[in-house]
């Protein structure tokens, strides 16, 4: 992998806390071109240190590469990096019951999505936000979604984009929604990851497929993995993570 000009996350704020945080610095090398993944408890130690990281998911299914971070500790610094560098549609999952407690139901009775992606009701933090859609306002309703907020601390709809993650994770549906969610178990975190999908820097914005992705992920000295690793992982390791 290339070498990196500064560590691109250094210790994670705590959740009541922004630290001035800089956003990942570009390696000075040129990046590889073949789709080779990183190994996986590399990729379980950076994302447990809080660190993004390039989940790949099958060729034959989106052929999407998705940036994945934990969603408890995230700052304004790295949320902003996070809209610059993705589609800037960005999603939180989340296991049925936090979903349950904070009140956001499954956006349509039917869900009529090519891939049944659980979108549900769109939120924002009210406290110490202004419209919702800002870096801090993002990454602060991120935060409470994960952990601290209750149902009455949220208006609806928002600019965060809850995921309800389908119960077993990666070994019952394939989606980068469960992959968010097992990474946090395997890692002993909170049980919230952040997700959106990279696109690349062209006019067109056009997705980033699995080349994009690998040069994206060592432009910036990310770990990338994919679904199936994480999948392959459970089925070997069960829930031991690192």
Known sequence: MSPVATDPFPARAAPSELKSMAAPAAATNGAATKPIFD?????????ARGEFLVVMDDES????????VPAAHITTEQMAWFI??????????????RLDELALPLM??????????????????KHGTSTGISAHDRALTARMMAQGGTAEDFNRPGHMVPLRAREGGVLTRKGHTESALDLCYLTSQPPAGLLC????????????RRDDCRAFADRW????????MIARWRREHGDAGV
């Open 39 to 47: 190994p996986m408890p590399d990729a379980l130690a950076a994302f």
């Open 221 to 228: 000295g990310l770990n990338m993995i994919s679904v199936e």
């Open 84 to 97: 610059k560098h993705s589609s800037g549609y960005i999603c939180i999952s989340l296991p049925g019951e």
């Open 197 to 208: 999908e990279l696109v690349n820097d062209d006019p067109q914005g056009s997705m980033a």
């Open 61 to 68: 299914r989106e052929n999407e590469g998705d940036l994945i």
């Open 108 to 125: 349509v009775p039917l869900n009529e999505e090519r891939h049944k992606t659980a979108y549900t009701i769109t939120a924002d933090y």
